[in-house]
Nanobody, 122 residues
Framework: QVQLVESGGGSVQAGYSLRLSCAAS????????MGWFRQTPGKEREFLAA????????VYRDSVKGRFTISSDNAKNTVYLQMNSLKPEDTAVYYC???????????????WGRGTQVTVSS
């Protein structure tokens, strides 16, 4: 059974950092694209970043370039999202996803975690 479990969310003040983790299990993800998305109430899930498992190829949403960094630890089967200089508008539920194709559209991903809440106060 495939599982993606996010952790590392929390409440921080603007300007601080958080590192989200996504622990993957249940299958081999070699070659899969791992993505991070976020969602706020009433809005669609928003693509943030993706990488291809086992490579250093990464793609970012323009608005988070330079502040967010996606990475992976193959030995731990874990994908990370380092978020620096957080802003109140970064407040959302953050989701990890896995898919066989690279995409920025959430419906192209096959597996999803349950999400972790990030709240940034001013």
């Amino acid at each position: 059974q495939v599982q993606l479990v996010e952790s590392g969310g929390g409440s921080v003040q603007a300007g601080y950092s958080l590192r989200l983790s996504c622990a993957a299990s249940g299958r081999t993800f070699t070659g899969y694209f791992m993505g991070w998305f976020r969602q706020t109430p009433g809005k669609e899930r928003e693509f943030l970043a993706a990488l291809r498992w086992g490579t250093t190829n990464t793609v970012y949403r323009d608005s988070v370039k330079g502040r967010f960094t996606i990475s992976s630890d193959n030995a731990k089967n874990t994908v990370y999202l380092q978020m620096n200089s957080l802003k109140p508008e970064d407040t959302a539920v953050y989701y990890c996803a896995a898919g066989v194709l690279f995409a920025t559209q959430s419906d192209q991903y096959n597996y999803w975690g349950r999400g972790t809440q990030v709240t940034v106060s001013s």
